[in-house]
């Protein structure tokens, strides 16, 4: 470990010291032209577009334009253009993404801050992060991606990344567009927005609007996986006069979807990568938010923006297997069959579970944006408070046909999270040189309430005749620093730290019987250090170090193929990330562009540090699945699952100003371990070739794997735009997820449309 950590420093000095640190400008072919990532700092305004100023880390932007370009139809697509990203797909259409950063494991986006134009967009953000819920990636304008030190300004996950969404801004004259897009599997997509801005009526400055709907649906990546959803957004803005403005949001989002897990290692070799029998399962969502933001300008220097947001969430999510391929509630003959790679009949299984959930969460957030002086030093401060609420009422059905919709209650019971946390920083101007030290506060209280259930005793479930309730508090602070160095106006160097947090799950901080279990927040310290110039005219380069350490990791459920209580352990997350952007034309001075543009993640350091330790109840027990009281298979000096060493996103392509562009683009995933063992093969489990655990598909190493996608657009004229993509166009097959048993990556798609603005 030592001696990767001095190669990765000398590689990034010697390229620190031989980078071209040339003045250049930018032309306007350029940024009409370049399909750009580019390096910004922190929302300055909840309910507008990020000013791309005061960098102090490696957070990147995607702008609406990057996202047509490409003809991304989900996020995973999109977020795969930012190095240091990794995003493992599951289902196909990115609806239930599995996100994460610099080596963590991407289960679920849980160690993932989501947020939308700066407000919470999760539906349990502190105690229940996983991601069940995605918005449509076409309904934004843009992508913000935080990794650095700025994190603190959020919360509460900064442990290392957050994706902040941007809703459109309703244009200053009346107009819009229509665009359609279909493909293979049955792929369509409708999508329209219209909206525009009145000026002086009334005794108002200016009132705008925004209406937009988006219908998709489509099969997913495997048989019986077919996808259908609505997403209706409305955005009002209010400009009162020259010091008050009012921002509206509101959005109603529905999905009914076939969702599932994997299948075992012998399905996959008798029935192919497109192989999932369970036709019956069912996932459906439902979700109403709004949110408001009210800015009060004092004057040119400083603005005080208060923000409301409330939204409401359900789901059900009904299926015939819990979770595992080794899951016996269908009968030890109908695991054997699936474990065996025999044909099953899901409708000879007379059971079925509902996992019903409904989350509602609200918060109140002003922040304050100051340009002073009072340190007899040019400075910008920003300071904020966020009190939130969230509650969530869980209830788990178990039916006795394969279709059942209702049935015996094994779960019923409340969680509720309340949290008050605020922050302030202040970036001293020196100059070429920035300092920006900063410090948040995070108050987190817990409480759940058991309520009694019937169970289901011929699964050994015993019910419940008692309701207990049980409590849980954190207190944290949080420090942050940054510095920046502009030796010369087209380069910037940069360096931050702090501290990063993320508060467990109430459900893992609060068990049914009402005990607390002996766990703590994820805690670690995250450094970055870096570089981003623009050399020469059409060249624009990226560069950074980045060092975590976690003296708390937290791990549970299935993510390293093991049904595991929670557990927490030490870990060291470090490499290099790139990124890379060279347009010819600009160069050279040519009307035709040829473009390279190129992500790369190198992540060389994903160790484990300690065993992860399952944690005892209050009362000192520790689960009987923990041997040795350590998740099975983790030990000091194993790589982390699910953390590919390299990960590549490099694209090809041309443009042209009269409207024609094209570009192939290449994925890279390297491989990675799908266990705690780090396994090669399910094969080499410790119980042996022939046990359930090592047939189920849960054990045994990703292998490597390369995607090739191709994008065309042309302009017919002025407001109407064809298109065509094709994703994974050489049809590889390749495993994504070993998590719930093996999933597979999407086959070749081809889509293709029009998008006309008016």
């Not at 340009?371 to 400075?379: A, I, N, Q, R, T």
């Amino acid at each position: 470990m030592k001696k990767s950590r001095v190669f990765l420093l000398e590689r990034f000095l010697l390229l620190m010291i031989s980078a071209p640190f040339a003045q250049a400008t930018e032309s306007p072919q350029a940024a009409d032209n370049a399909v750009e990532l580019t390096a910004i700092d922190v929302v300055t305004e909840s309910s507008q577009k990020s000013d791309l100023l005061n960098a102090s880390s490696s957070s990147a932007i995607l702008t609406e334009k990057d996202l047509f370009s490409s003809h991304v139809f989900n996020v995973n697509e999109a977020l795969r253009k930012v190095p240091g990203v990794y995003v493992r797909d599951e289902e196909g259409f990115g609806i239930r993404p599995n996100i994460s950063f610099r080596g963590l494991n991407p289960f679920r986006s849980t160690k993932v801050l989501f947020l939308e134009d700066g407000l919470l967009l999760n539906f349990a953000p502190y105690g229940d992060n996983d991601i069940y819920y995605h918005p449509p990636i076409e309904r934004y304008e843009g992508i913000e991606v935080f990794k650095g030190a700025e994190l603190n300004l959020y919360g509460p996950q900064t442990i290392n990344g957050a994706v902040n969404y941007l809703t459109p801004t309703p244009p200053a004259k009346p107009g819009g567009y229509v665009s359609f897009t279909g493909g293979n599997r049955d792929y369509l997509t409708g999508h329209v927005r219209y909206g525009g801005t009145v000026e002086k009526t009334g005794t108002l400055d200016a009132v705008g609007g925004i209406i937009d709907y988006l219908h998709k649906e489509g099969s997913g990546a495997r048989d019986n996986t077919f996808v259908k959803l609505d997403d209706a957004n409305l955005k009002g803005v209010i400009d009162f006069n020259a010091k008050n403005s009012l921002t509206l949001r509101g959005d109603y989002y529905q999905e009914n979807s076939q969702s599932t897990f994997g299948i075992t290692e012998a399905e996959l070799r008798n029935f192919g990568y497109r192989y999932n029998p369970f036709r019956n399962d069912e996932f459906i969502t439902e979700r109403f938010s709004t949110s408001a933001t009210h800015e009060l300008r004092f004057n040119e220097d400083s603005k005080l923006s208060t923000s409301f947001y409330w939204s409401n969430f359900n789901r059900d999510f009904w299926r015939q297997l819990n979770q595992q391929p080794t899951d016996n509630q269908c009968g030890n003959a109908f695991r054997e069959a699936r474990l065996n790679g025999q044909a099953i009949d899901v409708d000879s299984c007379n059971f079925t579970r509902g996992r019903l959930r409904q989350y509602e969460a609200w918060g109140v957030e002003p922040r304050l944006h100051a340009k002073h002086d009072l340190f007899g030093v040019d400075s910008e401060l920003d300071a904020g408070v966020r009190l939130h609420f969230e509650s969530s009422e869980r209830t788990t059905l178990d039916g006795n046909t394969s279709t059942a919709r209702n049935g015996v209650a094994i779960e019923n019971n409340n969680r509720f999270a309340d949290a008050f946390s605020g922050f302030v920083q202040n970036r001293f101007i020196l100059g070429d040189w920035t300092v920006t030290p900063g410090v948040r506060v995070e108050s987190i209280s817990y409480e759940r309430e058991n309520l009694p259930f019937e169970g289901n005793p011929a699964l050994g479930i015993a019910g419940n005749t008692l309701r207990t309730v049980g409590k849980n508090d954190f207190n944290e602070v949080l420090p942050s620093f940054a510095l920046t160095y502009q030796p010369i106006s087209n380069t910037q160097l940069f360096f931050n730290m702090h501290r990063g947090f993320a508060p467990p799950r109430v459900e893992d901080s609060i068990f049914a019987d009402g005990q607390s279990v002996e766990i703590g927040p994820e805690k670690s310290w995250n450094f970055e250090l870096g570089v981003r110039s623009t050399p020469f005219a059409g060249i624009k380069t990226d560069l950074t170090y980045f060092h975590n350490d976690f003296e708390a990791l937290t791990v549970l459920g299935t993510v390293g193929g093991n049904d595991s209580p929670v557990a927490q352990g030490e870990a060291l997350f470090e490499g290099l990330e790139f990124s890379n952007r060279i347009d010819l034309a600009d160069v050279f001075g040519w009307i035709h562009n040829p473009y390279l543009q190129i992500a790369y993640t190198w992540v060389p350091t994903a160790e484990t540090l300690s065993p992860f330790k399952c944690l005892p109840q209050s009362d000192g027990t520790i689960s009987p699945r923990c041997p040795n009281g350590n998740v099975l298979g983790s030990q000091a000096g194993n790589r982390s699952p699910y953390a590919p060493e390299h990960l590549l996103n490099a694209a090809l392509g041309y443009s042209h100003p009269s409207g024609v562009d094209a570009h192939f683009e290449a994925v890279l995933t390297d491989e990675q371990f799908g266990d705690f063992f780090n396994l090669q093969s399910g094969t080499d489990h410790p119980n042996g070739p022939n046990s359930i655990e090592a047939r189920s598909g849960q054990f045994g190493k990703l292998e490597d794997y390369i995607v090739v996608n191709f994008s065309g657009t042309y302009k017919v004229h002025r407001g109407l735009n064809l298109y065509v993509s094709i994703k994974n166009m050489l049809d590889n097959q390749y495993i994504v997820d070993r998590v719930r048993g093996i999933l597979t990556g999407s086959p070749r798609l081809v889509q293709t449309g029009f998008k006309y603005e008016f």
